[in-house]
């Protein structure tokens, strides 16, 4: 498994978008460690601008993962407050096998 957390570098969506392309069924992505929910919320969030933005961006990108059907999202508990939240590709069938290309959008 792949893993970002605090302190190891900020993944983009674009990052996202290009490991969901090339993952197999089964392969897992941390995108994100901490409480999701707070950590994109500007008045609750200790991060500020890019990376505040960054953060919701990568948020956004794995909702459309999912709503496309190219992964499951989970959230593993560590502790109080405080979640790994996963991706996990999907195999690729028919209709699920949405271009990731056709999920990027400006913003």
């Keep these: 498994m792949t893993g970002r957390g605090e302190g190891q570098g ?13 993952a197999g069924p089964g392969a897992r992505l941390a995108y994100h460690t901490g409480f999701l929910v707070v950590d994109v919320a500007e008045a609750l969030s200790r991060l500020r601008g890019e990376e505040l933005n960054r953060l919701r961006a990568v948020a956004a990108a794995a909702c459309r993962l999912s709503d496309a059907g190219r992964v499951h999202l989970v959230q593993q508990r560590l502790g109080p407050d405080r979640f790994s939240y996963l991706a996990i590709a999907r195999p690729r069938r028919g209709a699920a096998a949405v271009r990731v290309a056709d999920l990027v959008t400006a913003g």
């Design 10 to 22: 900020a993944l983009s969506d674009i990052t996202l978008l290009a490991w969901a392309e090339a």
